[in-house]
């Protein structure tokens, strides 16, 4: 099997308002345009958590557009790589894809001082997986 030249990340948590969309704008930040991007939730909120969006824009980055999105099957499908991040047996499971899961705090509920470390350890995680992927971090 052949190495796609652009790698492709999928995250999955519940409801695609934290820790899902964290990650995704981490690795869209670091890895640029040289890993494809996605997130969902199994089931997903009508927002992005707000404690989310501010802990985001304290390290320079923006997800205020962003909106959770349903988990689809052709989103599984069309991923090299899948993230889940608590969603259980909600996750789709086909053969031939790289699963981890990351095993992460919810911040849903909290206030941004219990998002930061949440949002720090994600972003280690990202550094983490772009070195695994072999892709060269953007900063």
């Keep these: 099997m052949s190495t796609p030249a652009v790698p492709s990340v999928l ?37 992005v958590n707000s404690a989310v969006v501010e802990a985001l824009a304290e390290v320079g980055i923006n997800i205020s ?44 509920g909290q206030g941004v001082d219990a998002v930061r470390p949440i949002r720090d350890e994600i972003e280690q995680r990202v550094r983490g997986l772009l070195a695994d992927l072999g892709v060269e971090t953007a900063e």
């Excluded at 996605?38 to 927002?47: D, I």
């Excluded at 989103?75 to 031939?96: E, H, K, R």
């Design 11 to 47: 995250f999955v948590c519940v409801h695609n308002a934290g820790r899902s969309q964290m990650a995704a704008a981490f690795l869209t930040r670091l890895g640029g345009d040289r890993v494809e991007v996605r997130s969902a939730g199994s089931a997903p909120a009508g927002t």
């Design 65 to 108: 557009a962003e909106t959770p999105k349903v988990l689809t099957t052709e989103a599984v499908q069309a991923s090299d790589v899948v993230i889940t991040m608590g969603c259980g047996d909600a996750c789709p499971y086909f053969p031939g894809k790289q699963y981890l899961d990351w095993k992460l705090d919810d911040p849903a």
